[in-house]
């Protein structure tokens, strides 16, 4: 039987990189920081805020929402994107435990 790489490593490492693999492009951050500033739901077209196109932008909708970090309701013709705050909180948890382990005071390169 076939293992995977990942199998190898840590489970918190492997869900990290899953994380982080999801935030490794700038649209999917403009979108993320869209959302927050808006406050609220956001009901309308986000290809109309983010210098892509409309296909584009929504496959990087779907990368965000098959990860957590936003959520998307149907209404009608529309959709309504937020973000998912438990999923965000939880990332940004993550990134700050995983940078605290990585302890560079005494590093003598």
């Avoid at 999801?22 to 920081?33: F, G, N, S, T, V």
């Amino acid at each position: 039987m076939a293992t995977s790489k990942t199998e190898l490593f840590d489970k918190g490492l492997v869900e990290s990189a899953t994380y982080f693999k999801a935030l490794a492009h700038p649209a999917r951050l403009q979108i993320l920081k869209f959302l927050a500033e808006t406050k609220s739901c956001f009901t309308g077209d986000i290809s109309e805020e983010i210098p892509l196109g409309r296909t584009t932008v929504n496959q990087h909708l779907k990368e965000l929402k098959d990860i957590g970090f936003i959520v998307g309701h149907i209404d009608g013709a529309r959709t309504n994107y937020c973000l998912n705050s438990m999923k965000i909180d939880e990332i940004k948890h993550q990134i700050k435990d995983y940078l605290k382990c990585i302890d560079i005071k005494d590093i003598k390169c």
